[in-house]
């Protein structure tokens, strides 16, 4: 039987950031409708919980992502491939993610968003880890400011798939040990700013 993982960020605490994130996101878009875009593996249960939290109008997108390895001119490199995207033309669209490490992801979802024309686009994340970025992009919003480490539960999977059903979340592991606590929101992303 697997060990429980250390508690990071305990249940209490994760509802008390994930409702003042939504209203800081009701706040900023008033009585308009938001088109949420959700990675499904991985920020399925904190979507839920922040989607039940906002008062504005929701339209659901739900977007899985696959890493392979392709060749390319001779060479094999990593791709990433995300499903058909949703119509978003003039519509203010906020992708939910759970964890933001390294940004390559996110960044490519972004681009691949902004192609069609939204009049907005934000980031939510629940848990911002800035030490691992790879590329320009912040959260509009976010919940904790976290230390590098593997995160699991509260949707995040472990060892074998294990631990998505925690109601917390915890860790198996350092990653490189920098980073704190505390959380709010940012200002406009890179995203934000190329969709005005």
């Not at 991985?42 to 997108?61: E, G, M, Q, T, W």
């Not at 033309?89 to 992801?105: A, D, M, P, S």
Request: charged share 30%.
């Amino acid at each position: 039987m697997s060990e429980s993982p250390a508690i990071i960020y305990s249940k209490a605490k994760i509802a008390s950031r994930v409702a003042a994130m939504a209203r800081a996101i009701s706040r900023d878009y008033g009585t308009e409708a938001v088109d949420v875009v959700i990675r499904v593996e991985d920020s399925f249960i904190f979507a839920a919980d922040l989607i039940r939290d906002l008062k504005n109008p929701v339209v659901c997108h739900f977007v899985r992502t696959e890493m392979r390895d392709v060749e390319l001119s001779g060479h094999e490199r990593r791709e990433v491939f995300f499903s058909h995207p949703p119509e978003l033309k003039g519509r203010n669209v906020l992708i939910v993610e759970v964890v933001l490490r390294t940004g390559v992801t996110l960044d490519f979802l972004s681009k691949r968003l902004l192609e069609a024309g939204p009049r907005s686009l934000r980031v939510a994340v629940l848990v911002d880890e800035p030490s691992e970025r790879r590329v320009d992009l912040r959260p509009d919003y976010f919940g904790f400011v976290g230390a590098s480490k593997i995160l699991v539960g509260y949707g995040l999977e472990g060892r074998a798939g294990q631990f998505r059903n925690l109601a917390y979340i915890g860790h198996s592991g350092p990653r490189n040990g920098r980073g704190a606590g505390g959380g709010g929101t940012r200002e406009r992303s890179r995203a934000q700013r190329k969709a005005r």
